[in-house]
């Protein structure tokens, strides 16, 4: 009698920390909208953690989040095309998660548009997870620590809600504003970059080079849809916002990419077709295929192999170390 009740009583005093979880950003950002029935907790946030790593997500138990988001690729993985259970061969590149709070819709081409209900996408994706959200529940049931946490904080067993408003807390967290870019564009330090970085920094903002008619803003990125002329036709290919849209105006733009962390997250573009930032370079001065969708601003794009040489320096200003090692600490503790 006296253990039963200390058992229960000891399952049910498993302290959380319900108090709010406060987004730190840097001063004169957007804030972040958090939506009103998933109010970030620091109870969330750990909740989310603990299932971004959780491999009994994935049909057989192999695969987690993180094994397609690593903290040191910049939460992308370093394969052209992302491998599911059983090796299953994805579509795509795997996204950065760098600053995923900021996005206004999520995937290259857009298809989902909330945060708070993606993590449902890869946990049912055949070449991803592969599970049934039933089954997922089910099997969330068994581990006392998830019923309690999702009882605690959502009101609910650990089911799809639960679990994909705890990824979304967690993933709200993965804020880099510290680059050297950062604080050499937003405070001011002039020491921040070096001497080629800020040569670099100067092409890439300049008229000759284009980059920022479509890499601006806080992520290096305007959130529209373009095509920048990696293919010259999409036959069999991945037709980006087209498949979302069924226009053919939309065929071939992806969403343009934030530049954060980019020297982390190789290889580069939906498909990962591009090893290197070197030839990401290459293609935009070559301007890529002729496409009826292309943006006219590749074609007018130009630089020099010199230029291609600071604007790879310039691109590392990008990397925000803090932010990387805080997150693998973070990612490894469990
Ligand atoms: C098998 C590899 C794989 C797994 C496992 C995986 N992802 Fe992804 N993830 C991807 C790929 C590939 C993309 C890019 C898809 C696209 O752009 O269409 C992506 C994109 C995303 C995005 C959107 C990023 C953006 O820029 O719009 C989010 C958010 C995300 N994943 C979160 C998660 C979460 C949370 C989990 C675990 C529940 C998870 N992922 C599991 C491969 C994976
Ligand atoms: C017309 C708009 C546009 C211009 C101009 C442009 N880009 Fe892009 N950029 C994009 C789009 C769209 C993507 C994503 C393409 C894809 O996913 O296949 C992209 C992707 C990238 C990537 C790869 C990102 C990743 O995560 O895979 C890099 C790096 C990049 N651009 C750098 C540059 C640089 C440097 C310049 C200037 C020389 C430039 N871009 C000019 C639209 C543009």
Known sequence: ??????????????????SPYFLE??????????PENNPMTKASVEFGRQLFL?????IDS?????????AEYGFADSLPLSRGVGNKLGFRNSGSLTNVAYLP????????KTLDRFSLVPIEDHAEMNLNLLE?????????????????????????FAVSRALASYLRTFISDNSPYDRYTYDGDTTALTENQKIGFNIFFGDKAKCSSCHNGINLTNYQFENNGLYGDYIGKDRGRQRVTDNPDDEGRFRVASLRNIALTAPYMHDGSLPDLRSVLDHYSSHGHLHHNKNPN???IVITDLDKEYLISFLESLTDLEFIKDRQTNSQSK
């Not at 009698?1 to 319900?18: I, Y």
């Not at 950003?25 to 958090?34: A, F, N, V």
């Not at 959780?54 to 994935?58: A, C, G, M, V």
């Not at 192999?62 to 690593?70: E, F, G, L, V, Y």
Request: glycine fraction near 6%.
């Open 25 to 34: 950003t840097r001063k004169g950002w957007p804030d972040i909208e958090i």
């Open 136 to 160: 997922m529940r089910d099997r969330l049931l068994q581990d006392k620590s998830y019923v309690n946490q999702a009882k605690l904080i959502y009101n609910r067993r650990p089911d799809a």
């Open 62 to 70: 192999t695969i987690s989040c993180a094994s397609c988001h690593k």
């Open 1 to 18: 009698m006296m253990s039963v009740l200390f058992f229960s009583c000891g399952e049910e005093s498993k302290q959380l920390d319900m």
């Open 105 to 112: 819709y999520f995937n290259r081409d857009g298809g989902v």
């Open 54 to 58: 959780d491999t009994r997500l994935s």
């Open 298 to 300: 590749i074609e007018q």
